[in-house]
């Protein structure tokens, strides 16, 4: 018994420590997929917005890009929770965007590109 209770110590000392903190080397590696649309440097194009500093932007609010209705609509502000949940599920995070990614079903992976977008400037 004191074995199994050690054990579940030293997990949840692993699992709070900084190792276990996002990875946004890993995140910049899963980025290359949205890199098609938002650019290898996530600075845009012409089918999807600039990602740099799009943590604590508001949804669809830069003038350079034609966003669709819905994301016009929303009055999401991009927070780490936001971005998120945007990564795993654009479709349900802002229903009826023209976001072609159907989500990173990983949530670790969710949170490690969340981690690299927050590296753009």
């Known amino acids: 018994m004191r074995w199994v209770w050690l054990s579940s110590l030293a997990a949840a000392a692993l699992a709070a420590s900084p190792a276990a903190a996002a990875d946004a080397q890993h995140g910049k590696q899963l980025f290359q997929a949205c890199a098609a649309c ?4 996530g600075k845009g194009g012409p089918l999807a ?3 740099v500093g799009v943590v604590g932007r508001k949804a669809g609010s830069l003038d350079d890009f034609r966003y ?8 999401i502000v991009w927070d780490e929770a936001t971005v998120r949940a945007d990564v795993a599920n654009p479709q349900g995070e802002v ?10 079903r990983n949530p670790r992976d969710a ?9 753009l400037k």
């Open 111 to 119: 949170e490690d590109i969340v981690a690299h977008l927050k590296t």
């Open 38 to 41: 938002h650019g290898p440097a």
């Open 95 to 104: 229903k009826g965007n023209r976001m072609a990614f159907s989500g990173a």
């Open 49 to 51: 917005p600039s990602l």
């Open 68 to 75: 669709s209705p819905a994301m016009k609509r929303g009055a």
